[in-house]
């Protein structure tokens, strides 16, 4: 009998099929991964906006707001000395009277495409947990 080495066009077929299979798992679950990334930056600023917040109001008897919307970067920083330098979302703080306490809600809104485009992370002045609106940041 004759033995050939090497690998049958079958067995090669089979392979590939299998890598496509793992490749088509993986796609889905890494652009999710890279959304809450994105997100967690997001939560991260905010989370500190309200610290800052909470710090200013202290200082000067009020909370901050913007004067547009939404916040310019450099608004945020003189105001409440944050750099939040995010090519993924915009920031708003505005004025929120809850039961005629005065208050803020500081919101931030996803830009670009994709899934949880036009999606809001907010926090508010009396709770420091972030509210989102896109499933996958959870």
Request: proline share 4%; glycine share 8%; charged share 20%.
């Amino acid at each position: 009998m004759n033995k050939k080495n090497g690998i049958s066009l079958v067995e090669l077929i089979i392979v590939l099929v299998v890598v496509a299979i793992f490749a088509a798992m993986a796609v889905p679950n890494y652009s999710k991964m890279r959304e809450r990334s994105k997100s967690y930056y997001a939560e991260t600023s905010l989370i500190s906006i309200y610290n800052m917040e909470k710090r200013y109001k202290l200082d000067n008897g009020e909370y901050f707001v913007c004067t547009v919307n939404p916040c310019l970067p450099e608004e945020i920083k003189d105001n409440l000395g944050l750099d939040i330098g995010d090519k993924y979302f915009t920031y708003s703080i505005k004025e929120n009277n809850d039961g005629g306490i005065p208050g803020f809600s500081a919101v931030a809104l996803r830009l670009g495409s994709g899934v949880c485009s036009g999606n809001t992370i907010t926090i508010y002045h009396n709770d420091s947990k972030p509210v989102k609106s896109c499933a996958i940041w959870d």
